[in-house]
Protein backbone atom coordinates (compact mmCIF):
# COMPACT_ATOMS: atom_id res chain seq x y z
CA UNK A 1 0.00 0.00 0.00
CA UNK A 2 2.66 2.76 0.98
CA UNK A 3 4.66 1.54 -2.47
CA UNK A 4 1.39 2.88 -4.04
CA UNK A 5 1.20 6.67 -2.26
CA UNK A 6 5.15 6.85 -2.84
CA UNK A 7 4.85 6.85 -6.53
CA UNK A 8 3.26 10.52 -5.55
CA UNK A 9 5.27 11.93 -3.12
CA UNK A 10 8.34 13.25 -3.25
CA UNK A 11 10.06 14.21 0.00
CA UNK A 12 12.82 16.65 0.42
CA UNK A 13 14.43 18.24 3.45
CA UNK A 14 11.28 20.20 4.98
CA UNK A 15 9.63 19.94 1.40
CA UNK A 16 7.27 17.46 0.45
CA UNK A 17 5.73 17.43 -3.41
CA UNK A 18 2.26 15.79 -4.16
CA UNK A 19 0.64 14.88 -7.01
CA UNK A 20 -2.89 14.52 -7.18
CA UNK A 21 -2.72 12.57 -11.40
CA UNK A 22 -1.58 9.48 -11.88
CA UNK A 23 -0.54 10.31 -15.16
CA UNK A 24 -1.16 13.63 -17.99
CA UNK A 25 -1.59 17.51 -16.86
CA UNK A 26 -3.90 18.90 -19.42
CA UNK A 27 -1.68 21.74 -20.15
CA UNK A 28 0.77 20.09 -22.43
CA UNK A 29 3.59 22.64 -22.08
CA UNK A 30 6.59 21.87 -24.11
CA UNK A 31 9.18 22.36 -22.49
CA UNK A 32 7.60 20.27 -19.77
CA UNK A 33 9.61 17.88 -17.39
CA UNK A 34 6.52 14.93 -17.27
CA UNK A 35 6.00 12.07 -18.71
CA UNK A 36 3.03 13.36 -20.57
CA UNK A 37 1.95 16.92 -20.28
CA UNK A 38 -0.36 16.94 -23.26
CA UNK A 39 -2.49 14.06 -21.97
CA UNK A 40 -5.69 14.64 -20.00
CA UNK A 41 -4.86 13.74 -16.06
CA UNK A 42 -5.59 10.72 -14.51
CA UNK A 43 -6.67 11.65 -10.85
CA UNK A 44 -5.79 9.69 -7.92
CA UNK A 45 -8.69 8.47 -6.17
CA UNK A 46 -9.97 9.75 -2.88
CA UNK A 47 -8.53 6.67 -0.72
CA UNK A 48 -5.16 7.42 -2.42
CA UNK A 49 -5.23 10.70 -1.30
CA UNK A 50 -6.37 10.02 2.20
CA UNK A 51 -4.00 7.87 2.60
CA UNK A 52 -0.81 9.68 1.08
CA UNK A 53 -2.62 12.47 4.02
CA UNK A 54 -2.32 10.17 6.29
CA UNK A 55 1.37 9.13 5.40
CA UNK A 56 2.50 13.29 5.93
CA UNK A 57 0.43 13.71 8.57
CA UNK A 58 2.92 10.64 10.59
CA UNK A 59 6.31 12.43 9.28
CA UNK A 60 7.98 13.40 12.07
CA UNK A 61 8.60 16.92 11.27
CA UNK A 62 5.66 17.64 9.35
CA UNK A 63 5.17 20.56 11.27
CA UNK A 64 8.15 22.03 9.55
CA UNK A 65 7.21 21.09 6.53
CA UNK A 66 6.01 22.73 3.57
CA UNK A 67 3.95 20.92 0.72
CA UNK A 68 4.00 21.60 -2.88
CA UNK A 69 1.57 21.00 -5.26
CA UNK A 70 1.74 19.85 -7.82
CA UNK A 71 5.28 19.06 -9.03
CA UNK A 72 4.07 16.94 -11.71
CA UNK A 73 0.27 17.92 -12.69
CA UNK A 74 -1.81 21.09 -13.28
CA UNK A 75 -3.76 21.26 -9.51
CA UNK A 76 -6.51 23.75 -10.65
CA UNK A 77 -7.08 22.31 -14.02
CA UNK A 78 -10.80 20.89 -13.60
CA UNK A 79 -13.12 20.93 -10.37
CA UNK A 80 -12.09 17.52 -9.72
CA UNK A 81 -8.49 18.11 -9.14
CA UNK A 82 -9.51 21.51 -6.84
CA UNK A 83 -11.65 19.11 -5.22
CA UNK A 84 -8.70 16.78 -4.56
CA UNK A 85 -6.06 19.30 -3.64
CA UNK A 86 -8.99 20.75 -1.15
CA UNK A 87 -9.29 17.47 0.29
CA UNK A 88 -5.55 17.69 0.54
CA UNK A 89 -5.17 21.37 2.23
CA UNK A 90 -7.92 20.42 4.68
CA UNK A 91 -6.90 17.47 5.85
CA UNK A 92 -3.09 19.08 6.33
CA UNK A 93 -3.29 22.38 7.22
CA UNK A 94 -3.38 22.36 10.58
CA UNK A 95 -0.52 20.05 10.48
CA UNK A 96 2.03 21.26 7.87
CA UNK A 97 3.69 24.90 8.01
CA UNK A 98 2.92 25.98 4.60
CA UNK A 99 1.07 24.73 1.69
CA UNK A 100 2.36 26.24 -2.05
CA UNK A 101 -0.08 25.18 -5.19
CA UNK A 102 1.61 26.28 -8.81
CA UNK A 103 -0.90 27.11 -11.38
CA UNK A 104 -1.20 28.31 -15.23
CA UNK A 105 -4.99 28.12 -14.47
CA UNK A 106 -7.64 31.03 -13.30
CA UNK A 107 -8.69 29.85 -10.20
CA UNK A 108 -12.61 30.42 -9.12
CA UNK A 109 -12.94 32.97 -6.82
CA UNK A 110 -15.43 31.01 -4.66
CA UNK A 111 -12.26 28.43 -4.51
CA UNK A 112 -9.62 31.02 -3.32
CA UNK A 113 -12.38 31.47 -0.13
CA UNK A 114 -12.68 28.07 0.69
CA UNK A 115 -8.59 27.90 0.54
CA UNK A 116 -8.43 31.19 2.53
CA UNK A 117 -11.39 29.73 5.18
CA UNK A 118 -9.25 26.25 5.65
CA UNK A 119 -5.67 28.44 6.68
CA UNK A 120 -4.74 27.77 10.08
CA UNK A 121 -2.37 31.12 9.62
CA UNK A 122 -1.73 34.47 7.86
CA UNK A 123 -0.07 33.76 4.90
CA UNK A 124 -0.14 29.77 5.26
CA UNK A 125 -1.38 28.87 1.38
CA UNK A 126 1.02 30.59 -1.01
CA UNK A 127 0.05 30.69 -4.84
CA UNK A 128 2.55 30.90 -7.97
CA UNK A 129 1.06 32.06 -10.65
CA UNK A 130 3.75 30.54 -13.74
CA UNK A 131 3.56 33.28 -16.86
CA UNK A 132 7.57 32.10 -17.97
CA UNK A 133 5.81 33.38 -21.30
CA UNK A 134 3.76 35.89 -22.37
CA UNK A 135 3.28 36.37 -26.56
CA UNK A 136 4.48 32.61 -27.11
CA UNK A 137 2.33 31.21 -24.06
CA UNK A 138 -0.43 29.96 -26.70
CA UNK A 139 1.45 27.97 -28.87
CA UNK A 140 4.46 27.10 -25.76
CA UNK A 141 1.57 26.10 -23.00
CA UNK A 142 -1.35 25.54 -25.36
CA UNK A 143 -3.82 24.17 -22.95
CA UNK A 144 -3.25 26.52 -20.22
CA UNK A 145 -4.89 29.42 -19.65
CA UNK A 146 -4.29 32.61 -21.31
CA UNK A 147 -1.71 35.01 -19.81
CA UNK A 148 -4.38 37.81 -19.35
CA UNK A 149 -6.45 35.13 -17.22
CA UNK A 150 -3.35 33.93 -15.26
CA UNK A 151 -2.59 37.72 -14.31
CA UNK A 152 -6.46 38.40 -12.92
CA UNK A 153 -5.17 35.18 -10.10
CA UNK A 154 -3.29 38.21 -8.28
CA UNK A 155 -6.14 41.24 -8.55
CA UNK A 156 -9.01 37.68 -7.07
CA UNK A 157 -6.22 36.85 -4.43
CA UNK A 158 -5.68 40.31 -3.02
CA UNK A 159 -9.13 39.72 -1.58
CA UNK A 160 -7.99 37.20 0.54
CA UNK A 161 -5.85 37.78 3.79
CA UNK A 162 -4.32 34.61 3.94
CA UNK A 163 -3.17 33.76 0.97
CA UNK A 164 -0.07 35.19 -0.98
CA UNK A 165 0.41 35.47 -4.73
CA UNK A 166 3.93 34.46 -6.23
CA UNK A 167 4.53 35.56 -9.59
CA UNK A 168 6.77 32.35 -10.65
CA UNK A 169 9.03 32.91 -13.48
CA UNK A 170 10.36 29.34 -14.32
CA UNK A 171 11.68 27.45 -16.16
CA UNK A 172 14.11 30.99 -17.28
CA UNK A 173 14.33 31.37 -21.15
CA UNK A 174 15.64 33.43 -23.39
CA UNK A 175 12.29 34.99 -24.69
CA UNK A 176 12.29 36.81 -20.83
CA UNK A 177 14.72 38.49 -22.00
CA UNK A 178 13.02 40.32 -25.03
CA UNK A 179 9.96 40.15 -22.80
CA UNK A 180 11.66 42.52 -19.57
CA UNK A 181 9.77 45.39 -20.11
CA UNK A 182 6.89 43.87 -20.49
CA UNK A 183 7.25 41.84 -16.88
CA UNK A 184 8.57 44.59 -14.95
CA UNK A 185 5.32 46.44 -15.99
CA UNK A 186 3.11 43.33 -15.36
CA UNK A 187 4.65 42.99 -11.77
CA UNK A 188 4.09 46.80 -11.29
CA UNK A 189 0.70 46.73 -12.45
CA UNK A 190 -0.34 43.55 -10.90
CA UNK A 191 1.67 43.67 -7.48
CA UNK A 192 2.66 39.59 -6.86
CA UNK A 193 3.44 39.52 -2.83
CA UNK A 194 6.39 37.97 -4.33
CA UNK A 195 8.67 37.20 -7.14
CA UNK A 196 10.32 33.84 -8.02
CA UNK A 197 12.73 33.91 -10.74
CA UNK A 198 13.36 29.85 -11.69
CA UNK A 199 16.37 28.34 -13.51
CA UNK A 200 16.14 26.41 -16.59
CA UNK A 201 15.21 23.25 -16.89
CA UNK A 202 17.92 20.15 -16.46
CA UNK A 203 17.48 18.20 -19.71
CA UNK A 204 15.28 15.27 -20.08
CA UNK A 205 16.82 11.89 -18.86
CA UNK A 206 15.42 8.70 -20.37
CA UNK A 207 12.44 10.92 -21.47
CA UNK A 208 11.88 12.26 -17.63
CA UNK A 209 13.14 15.29 -15.46
CA UNK A 210 12.13 16.24 -12.41
CA UNK A 211 11.47 19.22 -11.31
CA UNK A 212 13.21 18.27 -8.06
CA UNK A 213 16.24 18.81 -9.71
CA UNK A 214 17.79 21.66 -6.56
CA UNK A 215 17.78 18.80 -4.30
CA UNK A 216 19.97 16.80 -6.19
CA UNK A 217 22.98 16.97 -4.95
CA UNK A 218 24.53 15.92 -8.34
CA UNK A 219 22.18 17.77 -10.76
CA UNK A 220 22.42 21.17 -8.53
CA UNK A 221 25.68 22.35 -9.87
CA UNK A 222 25.11 21.77 -13.37
CA UNK A 223 21.79 24.22 -12.69
CA UNK A 224 22.87 26.92 -10.41
CA UNK A 225 26.71 26.76 -11.40
CA UNK A 226 26.48 26.81 -15.39
CA UNK A 227 27.67 30.17 -17.28
CA UNK A 228 24.01 30.80 -18.48
CA UNK A 229 23.08 31.90 -15.22
CA UNK A 230 24.66 35.43 -15.54
CA UNK A 231 22.00 36.15 -17.80
CA UNK A 232 19.41 35.27 -15.71
CA UNK A 233 20.88 37.76 -12.49
CA UNK A 234 20.75 40.62 -15.51
CA UNK A 235 17.51 39.54 -15.48
CA UNK A 236 16.99 39.70 -12.50
CA UNK A 237 18.36 42.97 -11.83
CA UNK A 238 16.56 44.50 -14.06
CA UNK A 239 13.71 43.69 -11.91
CA UNK A 240 14.52 45.07 -9.25
CA UNK A 241 15.55 48.07 -10.70
CA UNK A 242 12.46 48.81 -12.82
CA UNK A 243 9.88 47.15 -9.70
CA UNK A 244 12.07 47.99 -6.74
CA UNK A 245 11.10 44.06 -5.27
CA UNK A 246 12.87 41.86 -3.85
CA UNK A 247 13.55 38.58 -5.82
CA UNK A 248 14.53 35.01 -4.79
CA UNK A 249 15.15 32.10 -7.10
CA UNK A 250 13.64 29.73 -5.52
CA UNK A 251 10.07 29.77 -3.47
CA UNK A 252 11.55 28.21 -0.43
CA UNK A 253 13.84 30.97 -0.18
CA UNK A 254 10.51 33.39 -0.63
CA UNK A 255 9.02 31.63 2.51
CA UNK A 256 12.83 31.83 4.31
CA UNK A 257 12.38 35.18 3.66
CA UNK A 258 9.16 35.63 5.49
CA UNK A 259 8.98 33.49 8.25
CA UNK A 260 11.42 30.93 10.48
CA UNK A 261 11.54 28.22 7.83
CA UNK A 262 15.33 28.99 7.69
CA UNK A 263 17.96 28.43 4.44
CA UNK A 264 17.24 24.55 3.09
CA UNK A 265 19.42 25.23 -0.07
CA UNK A 266 22.31 27.02 0.61
CA UNK A 267 22.38 28.71 -3.27
CA UNK A 268 25.03 31.52 -2.27
CA UNK A 269 27.31 28.29 -2.00
CA UNK A 270 27.06 28.17 -5.77
CA UNK A 271 26.62 32.05 -6.19
CA UNK A 272 25.94 34.73 -3.75
CA UNK A 273 24.11 36.70 -6.19
CA UNK A 274 21.15 34.11 -5.54
CA UNK A 275 21.03 35.61 -2.19
CA UNK A 276 21.08 39.05 -2.92
CA UNK A 277 18.10 40.16 -1.16
CA UNK A 278 17.99 37.38 1.62
CA UNK A 279 17.78 38.78 4.94
CA UNK A 280 18.91 35.26 6.64
CA UNK A 281 22.15 36.22 8.88
CA UNK A 282 25.18 34.54 7.13
CA UNK A 283 26.10 32.45 10.21
CA UNK A 284 22.16 31.28 10.82
CA UNK A 285 22.56 30.17 6.43
S1 LIG B 1 20.56 32.16 2.01
FE1 LIG B 1 20.12 31.97 -0.18
S2 LIG B 1 19.48 29.84 -0.41
FE2 LIG B 1 19.28 30.33 1.75
S3 LIG B 1 17.16 31.08 2.01
FE3 LIG B 1 18.45 32.88 1.66
S4 LIG B 1 18.28 33.21 -0.56
FE4 LIG B 1 17.65 31.09 -0.18
Redesign the pocket.
Known amino acids: MIDNILQFIQVYDKRIFIDVASNGCGNGCVYCFTKNPEKPQTLLNISTIDEICIYISNLPNSKECIISLCPNTEPMKSEKSRELILRIIKRLSKIVKFIQIATKELIPESYLQELNNLCAREGQIRISISVPYLDLAEKIEPHAARVSERLINFINIKNYSNLVSVIYLRPFNKQMIIDKFLYADIINKYQPDNICLGAEYVPKVDGYQQCTYMYNTFLKPSIFERPEMDEIFAFADFLRQRTNCKL?F?SV?NI?NCSDYG?V????KHDIR??QD?T?LLDE?
Do not use: P
Request: charged share 15%.
Open positions: FSCACLNLDYCCIR
